[in-house]
């Protein structure tokens, strides 16, 4: 099943314009993620980064260190990251090592999801109720609240 609807997604996304590998790469990266810390365990850390911030705690560091971040995302201190999630090797287009973490401002100015960025793919991580508003090559869900993306250089 879930070969089928990859193969649909990476369809859809060629079709749109994106590089099927853009697709696998950011597959790879999801079951990556998956094996290494689960998506449940880095759904649960990163409501409890927004949590956090939101309380007046503060688990980040400054302005967002990745490229693609926009006025507003804030940089989650490299101490904060739980180290399965540092030290996932992921080959590829873009290196394979995180770049950064990153703590998406949402409209009223509280943070709404954390950005894993590994370069040109990552994941946002919010709660399940969460939707990413981020325009990328591709955005796929892959259980509520948890999107994994790929960028096109």
């Given at each position: 099943m879930r070969a089928a609807v990859s193969l649909l997604?990476?369809?859809l996304v060629f079709a749109a314009g994106c590089a099927p590998g853009g697709v696998?790469?950011?597959d790879r990266l999801a079951s990556a993620v998956e094996?290494?810390?689960g998506l449940s365990s880095?759904?649960?850390w990163a409501v409890s980064m927004l949590n956090t911030r939101t309380?007046?705690?503060s688990?980040?560091?400054?302005?967002?260190?990745?490229k693609y971040a926009l006025p507003g995302d804030l940089e989650v201190a490299p101490s904060a990251v739980p180290s399965a999630l540092q030290g996932i090797p992921v080959q590829g287009l873009a290196g394979g090592q995180l770049e950064?973490?990153?703590l998406l401002g949402g409209a009223n100015g509280r943070p709404e999801a954390v950005m894993l960025d590994w370069g040109l793919k990552g994941l946002y991580v919010g709660p399940p109720g969460y939707r990413s508003p981020r325009p990328e090559w591709y955005v796929h869900e892959l259980r509520p609240g948890i999107y994994v993306f790929f960028r096109e250089k």
């Amino acid at each position: 099943m879930r070969a089928a609807v990859s193969l649909l997604a990476a369809t859809l996304v060629f079709a749109a314009g994106c590089a099927p590998g853009g697709v696998r790469e950011a597959d790879r990266l999801a079951s990556a993620v998956e094996q290494r810390a689960g998506l449940s365990s880095v759904q649960q850390w990163a409501v409890s980064m927004l949590n956090t911030r939101t309380h007046g705690r503060s688990v980040t560091v400054g302005a967002s260190r990745s490229k693609y971040a926009l006025p507003g995302d804030l940089e989650v201190a490299p101490s904060a990251v739980p180290s399965a999630l540092q030290g996932i090797p992921v080959q590829g287009l873009a290196g394979g090592q995180l770049e950064s973490v990153s703590l998406l401002g949402g409209a009223n100015g509280r943070p709404e999801a954390v950005m894993l960025d590994w370069g040109l793919k990552g994941l946002y991580v919010g709660p399940p109720g969460y939707r990413s508003p981020r325009p990328e090559w591709y955005v796929h869900e892959l259980r509520p609240g948890i999107y994994v993306f790929f960028r096109e250089k």
